[in-house]
Nanobody, 122 residues
Framework: QVQLVESGGGLVQAGGSLRLSCAAS????????MGWFRQAPGKEREFVTA????????TYVDFVKGRFTISRDNAKNTVYLQMNSLKPEDTAVYYC???????????????WGQGTQVTVSS
């Protein structure tokens, strides 16, 4: 089992950047594929990006390609989401998620963090 805690959300102007972090508990972090999702007000939670256990493979939803970058540091049990060129439509609660033996193409995850709010002002 793994517990996930996100941080790094906040208020930023359009065009700005934020880096989200997700710290995982446990000693087997490298056994988990990791992902980021987001949920905007009144909308369903949607997939944003995922990364393989070793960090060598990543996938992104089209609307963040070229702007967001997922990475991980297995020595620190942490996955990151670097978000650049933010737009007001990126406003959402961002969640990190983990899947045991998952990979970059995983879309169904077993463990979730509590979320961190990202608000982009125009």
């Amino acid at each position: 089992q793994v517990q996930l805690v996100e941080s790094g959300g906040g208020l930023v102007q359009a065009g700005g950047s934020l880096r989200l972090s997700c710290a995982a508990s446990g000693r087997t972090f490298s056994s988990y594929g990791m992902g980021w999702f987001r949920q905007a007000p009144g909308k369903e939670r949607e997939f944003v990006t995922a990364i393989s256990r070793g960090g060598g493979s990543t996938t992104y939803v089209d609307f963040v390609k070229g702007r967001f970058t997922i990475s991980r540091d297995n020595a620190k049990n942490t996955v990151y989401l670097q978000m650049n060129s933010l737009k007001p439509e990126d406003t959402a609660v961002y969640y990190c998620a983990a899947k045991y033996l998952g990979g970059a193409t995983t879309r169904v995850f077993d463990y979730w963090g509590q979320g961190t709010q990202v608000t982009v002002s125009s």
